[in-house]
């Protein structure tokens, strides 16, 4: 799982409970928003699309925002990687939106599972389970639109690159199993560049 992580990243580039759019203005909070996390950012931003729906890039069990200049991709596993690269606990990717073309290094990936009786927080469990070398993990009840969700925030430190950064995901239940919508980026300084266009994909979410 690393190295997809870290192939995507560079060619594009302990446990608490706890549409192609028209360039409107999005704006999930006041100018400056925190989450619970101790993270702030600005919260305003201009909104680039819809994906999720059926005649979009990512075909998905939910919809949400994405922002300006961010290109969303589905991603097609089936012979066209071993198993383990695009798989991570139980969910398996299914898009990833690109944050280059808007001048950042990272991602924000969708996982899909059809395994309809896992719960978010099992989802996550052992979504980061099956990342090596994690610490400060912390999870939150919240919502993904009006959906009931969980989120997870932690520290990881990647072999490959020598360095710790943030990363993130949240995890809903659906009629069609769980998603989980999750946030790297190269390092901390990316990832927290990118948290509006996470929170606008979060504050927007709904199902399909």
Known sequence: ??????????AGCSS?????????????????STDGT????????????????????CPLPVTFDFAEKWKPKAVDLDGSAPDALGKQGTVK?????DAK??????FLRVWTSDATDDTPREVLDAFVADKSSTKQVKYRDTKAGEIP????TY?????????????????????????????????????????PA????????RLS
């Open 1 to 10: 799982m690393v190295a997809l992580a870290v192939a995507g990243l560079l």
């Open 16 to 32: 608490d409970s706890g549409d192609s759019g028209s360039g409107a203005k999005a704006s999930p909070g006041s100018s400056v």
């Open 38 to 57: 101790g993270d702030s950012a600005p919260a305003t931003v201009v909104k680039g699309g819809t994906v999720g729906a059926a005649d979009s890039a």
């Open 93 to 97: 990717l299914a898009c990833e939106i």
């Open 101 to 106: 073309p808007a001048g950042n290094i990272g």
């Open 149 to 152: 969700a969980v989120e997870v």
């Open 155 to 195: 520290l990881y430190t990647s072999k490959a690159l020598d360095e710790t950064k943030k990363e993130r995901a949240l995890a809903v239940s659906t009629p069609s199993g769980p998603v989980v919508l999750d946030l790297g980026g190269l390092d901390t300084q990316e990832h927290d560049e990118m948290l």
């Open 198 to 205: 996470y929170r606008l994909a979060k504050e927007t979410m």
